[in-house]
């Protein structure tokens, strides 16, 4: 792993291709996944597992290389990642909050195995998560540091209260400030974990975290974008969740139109280019992805 502080000379790295790092991930994850003869492990397992194209590791491990470091340097990281989304989606389903029927074309945790067994697997992954990056050979601080960046993402400062806030909020309170604030706490704040760990892992210095961080902004607020698309324009069967979630709020769709929330889209992900360089993986990465989803973007 490499320590931060130290500046390692940028490796040439024949597995570096997003696809090579998402297979990478995969694998590691069902090494990490329980394997215990429980119906919380199954869930676990399921929710861990399920179809997903496992951006926000293979982004740790982009952030990684970008400063110099090795895609190894975040893997550990980039899965204790996948687990806290994993787990925030099986909550995002559950009948208190959206009370979603598909995810990754599949029936949502709770329909299949129960409420209880949703929520507990939830927990149980949201503490493995920390647990994988307490376990890791890390020195001490780094460990301390990359915890810090992926608690305050889930928490009070996260992404608890953006759910909470998107839930709860006076739906006459929902304009464009107010919008952004939840996103940046639901969806932003994990993004910005994901790149600054990965940079901070990967042995970047405070300018090249700085960059990081405006690059997970635009992200986050490019995909919540996304999502808000996606949920007005397209199907389940084309999605393989449940859409329409979000007629019963105010989201950017409402308040600009399509029209304009494509457009911000764009210049988010033109803002992200600009923070680490248009030609750099992540940004390339990135704009391929939104590409693939063919929403006009």
Known sequence: M????ARPQPQACDACTPDALRLLVQSRLAELAPSQDTLLSLAAREALLGHGKRVRP???????????????????????LEMVHAASLVLDDLPCMDDAALRRGQ??????????????????????????????????????????????????????????????????????LALRQINDLKTGGLFVATVRGGGLLGGG????????????????????????LLDACSTADALGKDVGQDRETTTFVDLW???????????????????????????????????QADLGI
């Open 58 to 80: 293979v982004l740790a491990m982009l952030a990684a290389t970008h400063v110099g470091g090795r895609p190894d340097d975040a893997l550990d990281y980039g899965c204790a």
């Open 257 to 291: 139109g399509e029209g304009r929330v494509r457009a911000a889209v764009r210049q988010s992900l033109l803002s992200a280019a600009d923070a680490v360089g248009r030609d750099s993986p992540l940004s390339l990465y990135v704009l391929d992805l939104f590409q």
């Open 107 to 176: 029936p949502t945790l709770h329909r299949r195995h129960g409420e209880d067994a949703a929520v507990l697997a939830a927990v149980a992954l949201l503490n493995q998560s920390t647990r994988l990056i307490l376990q890791s050979r890390l020195p001490a601080e780094t460990r301390v540091a990359t915890l810090d960046l992926l608690t305050q993402a889930v928490g009070f400062d996260g992404l608890a209260q953006g759910q909470m806030r998107d839930l709860r909020d006076d739906p006459d309170a929902r304009d464009a």
């Open 2 to 5: 490499a320590i931060v502080g």
């Open 205 to 228: 210095d405070a300018d090249d975290l700085m960059r990081l961080s405006a690059f997970g902004e635009a992200v986050g607020f490019a995909f919540q974008l996304y999502d808000d």
